[in-house]
Each structure stands twice: as structure tokens, then as C-alpha cells.
């Protein structure tokens, strides 16, 4: 049987993180990974709504509560043993909430070409 260990990290509250939803693929102009870049600028309005401005698209979103809650773990190695390396695990951050963008980006046009 193998055994895991997972310990808290630190003597405060835990960190809260949100899980981010998008239905579809972000791509970028040159075929670059998006690993480690700027994705986008997110806002909330007034009644708490999330909008995710992309490019010169815009999406609008919603919180939505998770069922069940993720948490984010980082691995430490704990040292070694007969069987082989051990490691132990560290509880970092929760995720209670998801941000859920589920429709098309809008464009977003800020000069409209006036007829000569």
C-alpha cells in the first residue's frame, strides 16, 4: 500500500483560487505557446458579472459555485527509501468557484468607418 502524505501550507487561511472556463481554443497570431503570456484584462461589473476582454474580443461570464471543491498541491520530495523516492504533498490553494464563459466573444468596434 502506498501512502501519501498531504499537509497544510502555513498557520493561516488557505489561498483562493478561481477556475477559469472557456468553451472552445485560444490561439495565438503566430503559433506561439500561450504558456506564462498575458491571456487577457478580467473585469466585473456592478452585479458582480465576470468579462474577459481578449484581443479585441469580449466575453461575458458568470460565478458559478463548484460542487466539489478543487484543491492545488504542490509535491515536495520527503527523501528516499527502499522502495524508491518518496514524496509529500502540500495543500497550497482552494478552488470554490469557476468562472464560466459559455458564449461566442463579441468584437469589440471602437471606430466605425463613415460613408464618403
Known amino acids: 500500500m502506498v501512502q501519501v502524505v498531504v ?3 502555513g498557520a493561516g487561511a488557505l489561498a483562493e483560487w478561481v477556475l477559469m472556463e ?3 481554443e ?3 497570431r503566430c503559433g506561439a ?3 506564462g503570456r498575458l491571456l487577457g484584462d478580467l473585469h466585473y461589473t456592478k452585479e458582480g458579472l465576470p468579462v474577459l476582454i481578449v484581443g ?3 466575453l461575458y461570464g458568470k460565478v458559478v459555485r463548484l460542487e466539489k471543491p478543487f484543491a492545488v498541491l504542490t509535491k515536495q ?3 528516499e527509501s527502499s522502495s ?3 514524496y509529500s504533498y502540500t495543500v497550497t490553494a482552494l478552488i470554490k468557484k469557476k468562472l464560466l464563459f459559455k458564449t461566442r466573444p463579441k ?3 471602437t471606430n466605425v468607418a463613415k460613408k464618403a
Open 7 to 9: 499537509s497544510r501550507a
Open 22 to 24: 472557456l468553451q472552445g
Open 26 to 28: 485560444l490561439e495565438s
Open 33 to 35: 505557446s500561450l504558456a
Open 56 to 58: 479585441h474580443h469580449i
Open 77 to 79: 520530495a520527503a527523501g
Open 84 to 86: 524508491g523516492p518518496r
Open 107 to 109: 468584437p469589440i468596434i
